[in-house]
């Protein structure tokens, strides 16, 4: 439900810090991002989501989250079980009349300082 890749084009340090270790690059924000990156969004994410007052197991108190990984980034989609999550999400349906993003707001609140992590990251590979 949401996506991270990595965008050089906003990020001059980022860039440079590719540069620098441009045979391990790709490896270290790879494992950065599925050690570090994906996981700190799941919480972000989790965070944020609502709790219902109906009686059951919610998605903020449960492993309701996964990731897939790709090349230079991530993508941070519901378990099968809780695909639910689409409606208060997006604002679907007549019980959720507003649309909270919380997967995008998680995204958003961990997108810095990830980037600043994957810099320093990155130019800590440089100097090994």
């Given at each position: 439900?949401?996506?991270?890749?990595?965008?050089?084009?906003?990020?001059?340090?980022?860039?440079?810090?590719?540069?620098?270790?441009?045979?391990?690059?790709?490896?270290?924000?790879?494992?950065?991002?599925?050690?570090?990156?994906?996981?700190?969004?799941?919480?972000?994410?989790?965070?944020?989501?609502?709790?219902?007052?109906?009686?059951?197991?919610?998605?903020?108190?449960?492993?309701s989250l996964q990731k897939k990984m790709e090349?230079?980034?991530?993508?941070?989609?519901?378990?099968?079980?809780?695909?639910?999550?689409?409606?208060?999400?997006?604002?679907?349906?007549?019980?959720?009349?507003?649309?909270?993003?919380?997967?995008?707001?998680?995204?958003?609140?961990?997108?810095?300082?990830?980037?600043?992590?994957?810099?320093?990251?990155?130019?800590?590979?440089?100097?090994?």
């Open positions: 439900m949401v996506k991270f890749n990595i965008e050089f084009e906003d990020n001059e340090e980022l860039l440079e810090a590719f540069k620098q270790v441009p045979n391990k690059a790709e490896k270290v924000t790879n494992d950065f991002l599925e050690s570090k990156g994906a996981p700190e969004t799941m919480r972000a994410i989790i965070g944020l989501m609502p709790i219902s007052r109906v009686n059951k197991q919610h998605a903020k108190e449960s492993s090349n230079l980034g991530f993508e941070i989609l519901p378990k099968k079980k809780f695909n639910y999550l689409v409606f208060p999400n997006d604002g679907i349906g007549n019980k959720n009349l507003k649309e909270q993003m919380f997967f995008q707001l998680g995204l958003k609140q961990v997108e810095g300082p990830l980037i600043k992590q994957l810099t320093d990251a990155l130019l800590k590979a440089a100097e090994l």
